[in-house]
C-alpha cells in the first residue's frame, strides 16, 4: 500500500507546453511538499502546504503554481514549459507537529522537456 | 549560499568495513539532523534521525554522530553491506521555522563492493 504516490512517473514535453504532476499520501500527514532534484543530484524544496495552506514558496518562477485541494493531495502545474525544468520532481509529505521531521518520499516523476 | 554540505561526492568501501559519511551545516538554528537514503528510480527513504540535545543515536547497524561545536554530523554503517550501496543525504531542521523545512546536502553516493 503505497504511502505517497505520484502520476506520472515520466513526463515527456516539448518546450511551451502546460503539464500537471499530481501527487497523493494516505498517512494522513498535514504537510506536504514539492521538491526539484536537478542534473547535479541536488534535492532543493519548492513548495510546502501545511493542511491546505501555503507555508513555504521558495524562489522559483510564477509558471509553477501547486494547488492543494485537500489535504491528502498536492498538485503542481508548470505553464510555458522551458528546457532548464527538466529534472526529477519529488513529492513528500511529514507531520512536524510530533517532534520529528522526516518526510517521506514519493518515487518522483522525470519530467523531461525537448 | 548552501546551508548544508556533503564534501565528498562518492565513497567505496568493502563489504564488512565501516562507512563514515560526513555532513557539514552552517546555520546555528538547525536542530534536527537527519539522514536519507536513495536507491535509482525511486524517492528518498528516511534512514536515521538526531535532535541537537544529543551527541549520538543509533539504530542497528547505523549510528548518527552529531558535533555541535563543529557544526558537523556523520553516519557511520557498520558492518558495511552491498545493498547499502546508495545516495544518502544529510539534511537539517529548525523546529520552530517553517514548520518542518528540511534543508537537504547534495548526496553522497556509497559503493559497498562484495
Known amino acids: 500500500d503505497t504511502a505517497v504516490s505520484q502520476t506520472p512517473k515520466y513526463l515527456v514535453t516539448q518546450m511551451g507546453n502546460d503539464k500537471s504532476i499530481k501527487c497523493e499520501q494516505n498517512?494522513?500527514?498535514?504537510?506536504m511538499y514539492w521538491y526539484k532534484q536537478d542534473s547535479k543530484k541536488f534535492l532543493k524544496i519548492m513548495f510546502s502546504?501545511?493542511?491546505?495552506?501555503?507555508?513555504i514558496n521558495e524562489t522559483v518562477p510564477n509558471r509553477f503554481s501547486p494547488k492543494s485541494p485537500d489535504k491528502a493531495h498536492l498538485n503542481l502545474h508548470i505553464n510555458s514549459l522551458e528546457l532548464g525544468d527538466s529534472a526529477v520532481y519529488f513529492c513528500?509529505?511529514?507531520?512536524?507537529?510530533?517532534?520529528?521531521?522526516?518526510?517521506?518520499f514519493g518515487p518522483g516523476t522525470r519530467l523531461t522537456v525537448t | 549560499d548552501q546551508q548544508v554540505k556533503q564534501n565528498s561526492p562518492s565513497l567505496s568501501v568493502q563489504e564488512g568495513r565501516i562507512s563514515i559519511l560526513n555532513c557539514d551545516y552552517t546555520?546555528?538554528?538547525?536542530?534536527?539532523f537527519l539522514w536519507y537514503k536513495k536507491y535509482p528510480a525511486e524517492g528518498p527513504t528516511f534512514l536515521i534521525s538526531?535532535?541537537?540535545?544529543?551527541d549520538k543515536n543509533e539504530d542497528g547497524r547505523f549510528t548518527v554522530f552529531l558535533n555541535k561545536s563543529a557544526k558537523h554530523l556523520s553516519l557511520h554503517i557498520v558492518p558495511s553491506q552491498p545493498g547499502d550501496s546508495a545516495v544518502y543525504f544529510c539534511?537539517?531542521?529548525?523546529?520552530?521555522?517553517?514548520?518542518?523545512?528540511?534543508?537537504f546536502g547534495d548526496g553522497t553516493t556509497l559503493t559497498v563492493k562484495p
Open positions: 502546504y501545511n493542511n491546505k495552506e501555503l507555508i
Open positions: 546555520n546555528s538554528m538547525f536542530d534536527y
Open positions: 513528500a509529505s511529514s507531520q512536524p507537529g510530533q517532534g520529528t521531521y522526516e518526510q517521506y
Open positions: 538526531i535532535s541537537s540535545i544529543k
Open positions: 498517512l494522513g500527514h498535514d504537510t
Open positions: 539534511a537539517a531542521s529548525a523546529w520552530n521555522t517553517n514548520a518542518g523545512k528540511s534543508t
